[in-house]
């Protein structure tokens, strides 16, 4: 059955009203005031946004919600994230390609948008889903607001939306496909109808986030954000070939800190051209959507292995584990947020990490000599792999931490 999910709250209206004034506060029965006040004001100019926008879930569940970035019609996949910060680093995060985050921390937007935050050249997600979007912006380093830059990077975004509640429902019943609509003219059997013929599993997302050509990275970590000053500026430097299926630009950042050379290259790049430039290491980027949708990049991988050092982040970690003998698969609801538990099981060491994934490896599928390094303490799964034998080492999660907790970066 369809739920409706009415978002007029007092607090609500007040926050989302852009004129000098706001609604009086009713003195009794707020909600029921303010629900009226909303109701009735059918015709003529209101001083306060309604509704504009439906996100309707392939459970058949229908959200009214208010829009603040471009309009039209997106259908993906709807996933929860748990950082309490770095919006912006999520929304330009290539591995949330066909996906609408939804954050759990109700209050979004108020720092704005600045120059640095950015994980990629563009944002690639199908849209952004928060509970209450701030009425200022104040940050030092912000140069725009939120909504205008959803808007500029023509990506949808909504607010007033109950997501405790969807967060709920996508943890008991799994994750759904969602569209979010800001069409009037749609039914909502229309839009249903697209949630329900739609999937995320099986498609190649990478080639649609992927560098188009080899380029060279130079940027460091900037040193004001620096946490671990490098002991010797002037030691050996490793030449890396990093494979960008939607790499993280701090992955890169890390690594030029830590004196490396690297060489971007394309998904697609062949294994020949790789070990022909006869690189110290090779890293296997995160990316988009489903790992087991793109078997030319595990065989790019098979190429490599055992040849030179291999360091997988993420899906490199999902294309290692596949390249290795093991399986895939998706999880229930997946992990997304700055605050994973995860135990370094080599040294016992708890690490709270920065997870974005919906697919994981199974240990299980793995031949012997893989060694499950890391674990995820909140589900037991695997978070880490290692096969020294063949000079491999992965992470489910992201050391690079951006945004999110320092703990991975090893001060080595
Ligand atoms: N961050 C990532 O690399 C995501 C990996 C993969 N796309 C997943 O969802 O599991």
Redesign the pocket.
């Known amino acids: 059955m369809a739920t409706k999910a009415f978002s007029v709250p007092f607090a609500d209206v007040t926050n989302s009203v852009s004129f000098p004034f706001a609604p009086k506060p009713p003195t009794a029965s707020p909600r029921h005031c303010v629900f009226s006040l909303t109701c009735s004001a059918g015709k003529g100019e209101r001083p306060w946004k309604t509704s504009d926008a439906r996100l309707v879930l392939q459970d058949g569940s229908i959200w009214n919600a208010k829009s603040f970035g471009a309009s039209g019609t997106q259908v993906g996949e709807v996933v929860f994230n748990t950082s309490l910060t770095g919006y912006q680093e999520i929304l330009t995060?290539p591995?949330y390609a066909g996906q609408f985050v939804l954050m759990t921390n109700p209050h979004i937007g108020n720092t704005g948008v600045n120059f640095d935050d950015e994980e990629s050249r563009r944002c690639f997600l199908s849209g952004l889903v928060i509970r209450s979007l701030s009425i200022s912006t104040s940050n030092w380093r912000c140069v725009k607001a939120l909504g205008d830059y959803l808007v500029e990077r023509n990506i949808m975004g909504i607010y007033d939306v109950d997501t405790r509640a969807i967060t709920r429902r996508l943890r008991q019943d799994g994750s759904l496909i969602g569209v979010l609509s800001t069409d009037n003219s749609k039914t909502e059997q229309e839009l249903l109808q697209i949630s329900q013929s739609w999937n995320i599993v099986g498609i190649d997302?990478i080639s649609g986030v992927s560098c188009m050509s080899p380029l060279e990275w130079i940027d460091k970590t900037e040193d004001e954000w620096e946490f671990h000053p490098n002991k010797d500026p002037a030691g050996e430097t490793f030449h890396v070939v990093a494979y960008d299926?939607?790499i993280k630009h701090n992955i890169l950042r890390r690594l030029a800190s830590y004196r490396c050379k690297i060489t971007v290259v394309p998904s697609t790049w062949p294994a020949s051209e790789t070990l022909k430039i006869k690189p110290d290491g090779v890293i296997l980027?995160?990316?988009?959507?489903?790992?087991s949708a793109i078997p030319y990049a595990v065989e790019t991988v098979k190429n490599i292995l055992g040849k030179v050092p291999v360091f997988g982040?993420?899906?490199?970690h999902?294309l290692l584990g596949q390249a290795l003998g093991g399986k895939t698969f998706k999880m229930k609801f997946?992990h997304h947020g700055g605050n994973h538990p995860v135990r370094n099981l080599r040294t016992g060491r708890v690490e709270i990490s920065a997870q974005?994934?919906?697919?994981?490896v199974d240990p299980a599928t793995l031949p012997k000599g893989v060694e499950v390094t890391h674990i995820n303490l909140n589900d037991g799964s695997c978070a880490g792999l290692a096969f020294p034998s063949q000079r491999v080492l992965s992470l489910q999660y992201?050391p690079e931490a951006s945004p999110g907790p320092h703990d991975s970066d090893y001060d080595v």
């Open positions: 995060d591995s997302l299926f939607g980027s995160n990316g988009p959507g489903d790992p982040i993420c899906m490199g999902q997946g974005n994934h919906n697919y994981a992201h």
